[in-house]
C-alpha cells in the first residue's frame, strides 16, 4: 500500500505541473473578454542631438527617432510588432476657403526624416490610404505618425499586426516643448476578436500620459508643419487573451457636438508586443494542490476498491 501510494503521488505531481503548464498559455481572444489595464512605462531611443546647448529639446525634433526598447514593471521589452494592415472605417472631411477637401486623418512625419538614414518613415500627406496608415506606423521611427486634425467631427480606422499580441504602447504629441503637458487628446481604443467583435474596450485619456522625454515635429503637406511637441506615453495591455486588431476612433474633434466629449484631434503611434505574464507563487502551488489531491484521491479509491 506504501508503494502504491507513493507512486500515486508521482504521478499526481507530474499531473499538477502539466496543468500549470497548461494555465500559462495564452487563451485565444475569440474564448472569452478581458479589460485593459493601463501601465507607464519608459521609451529609449535613438536620435539626433540638437546642436544648440542651450536649447530645452531633447533632440532634434524633424529627424528620425528610433525606438530601441520600452521599460516597465522590471523588464526591459525590444522585440516589437508593428502594423502590418489597416482599414479606413471613417474619415470625416472639411472644405478649405480655397475648395480643396481633406479629411481629418492624415499621415505625418519630421520635416527631415527623409534625408535621415536611420530609419525608414511613412509619408506626409492629407487623405492617406489603408497601406499609407500602415506605412506611416508599420515602423518603428516614432516620428512617422497619424495626425487627426480639428477640422471636423470623427475618424476611424482598424489596424492589425501580423501575430496576436497583447500589450500595445501609444505616444501622443502633446503640448509645447519643454512645457508641463505631455499629451493634449484622447483616443477609444477597442481590441476585436476573429469575428471583428469587440472583446476589450479602453478610452485613453489626454491627462493619463506622461512625458516620454523626446519631441517631434510634424508636416503633413501641405496643410500642416509645426512643432516642436513633447510627446506623451501610455501602455495598455490585454489580461489573459490576445487580439490582432485595434479599432481607433476620436469624435467630436472640431468640439461642435453639445454632450459629447471633444477628443481633440488625437496625434498618435501605436507599436504592439507580446508580454508573457508569469503566474504569481500562490496561483501555482494552489493548482499543484489541488490537481495533486484530485488524482490522489482518484487512485486511492481505485486501490481501495
Same mark, same amino acid.
Do not use: W
Given at each position: 500500500m506504501t508503494n502504491i501510494f507513493a507512486k500515486t503521488i508521482a504521478i499526481a505531481t507530474s499531473a499538477a505541473f502539466i496543468s500549470v503548464a497548461s494555465l500559462i498559455l495564452t487563451v485565444p481572444a475569440h474564448a472569452q473578454t478581458a479589460p485593459f489595464t493601463q501601465f507607464?512605462?519608459?521609451?529609449?531611443?535613438?536620435?539626433?542631438?540638437?546642436? $544648440?546647448?542651450?536649447? #530645452? %529639446?531633447? *533632440?532634434?525634433?524633424?529627424?528620425? !527617432?528610433?525606438l530601441d526598447s520600452?521599460?516597465?514593471?522590471?523588464r526591459t521589452i525590444s522585440s516589437f510588432e508593428v502594423v502590418t494592415k489597416a482599414k479606413i472605417l471613417r474619415n470625416d472631411t472639411y472644405i478649405l476657403p480655397d475648395g480643396n477637401v481633406f479629411?481629418?486623418?492624415?499621415?505625418?512625419?519630421?520635416?527631415?526624416?527623409?534625408?535621415?538614414?536611420?530609419?525608414?518613415?511613412?509619408?506626409?500627406?492629407?487623405?492617406?490610404?489603408?497601406? $499609407?496608415?500602415?506605412? #506611416? %506606423?508599420? *515602423?518603428?521611427?516614432?516620428?512617422? !505618425?497619424?495626425?487627426?486634425r480639428e477640422n471636423a467631427d470623427t475618424d476611424s480606422i482598424e489596424v492589425s499586426f501580423a501575430n496576436p499580441v497583447n500589450t500595445f504602447l501609444f505616444w501622443e504629441r502633446g503640448g509645447t516643448a519643454g512645457g508641463s503637458v505631455a499629451g493634449d487628446s484622447d483616443l477609444l481604443v477597442e481590441a476585436l476578436g476573429e469575428n471583428n467583435e469587440v472583446i476589450a474596450t479602453?478610452?485613453?485619456?489626454?491627462?493619463?500620459?506622461?512625458?516620454?522625454?523626446?519631441?517631434?515635429?510634424?508636416q503633413v503637406f501641405p496643410i500642416l508643419n509645426n512643432g516642436p511637441?513633447?510627446?506623451?506615453?501610455?501602455?495598455?495591455?490585454?489580461n489573459g487573451i490576445t487580439t490582432q486588431t485595434l479599432r481607433l476612433t476620436s469624435s467630436n474633434n472640431n468640439g461642435l457636438i453639445p454632450g459629447i466629449p471633444n477628443d481633440n484631434?488625437?496625434?498618435?503611434?501605436?507599436?504592439?508586443?507580446?508580454v508573457k505574464v508569469v503566474?504569481?507563487?500562490?496561483?501555482?502551488?494552489?493548482?499543484?494542490?489541488?490537481?495533486?489531491?484530485?488524482?490522489?484521491?482518484?487512485r486511492k479509491r481505485t486501490v481501495m476498491s
Open positions: 507607464s512605462f519608459k521609451t529609449n531611443v535613438t536620435a539626433t542631438p540638437t546642436n $544648440d546647448p542651450t536649447s #530645452s %529639446l531633447l *533632440n532634434d525634433p524633424t529627424r528620425d !527617432i528610433r520600452v521599460e516597465f514593471s522590471g479629411g481629418v486623418l492624415n499621415s505625418g512625419r519630421g520635416p527631415n526624416t527623409p534625408d535621415d538614414t536611420l530609419l525608414f518613415e511613412g509619408p506626409s500627406k492629407p487623405n492617406p490610404t489603408a497601406q $499609407d496608415i500602415v506605412d #506611416s %506606423l508599420g *515602423n518603428l521611427n516614432l516620428n512617422s !505618425i497619424l495626425v487627426t479602453y478610452k485613453i485619456l489626454r491627462q493619463n500620459y506622461s512625458k516620454a522625454d523626446y519631441n517631434i515635429s510634424t511637441f513633447n510627446i506623451g506615453s501610455i501602455g495598455i495591455s490585454l484631434g488625437p496625434d498618435f503611434k501605436v507599436i504592439a508586443a507580446t503566474p504569481e507563487s500562490s496561483t501555482i502551488m494552489g493548482a499543484l494542490l489541488m490537481g495533486g489531491l484530485g488524482i490522489i484521491f482518484k
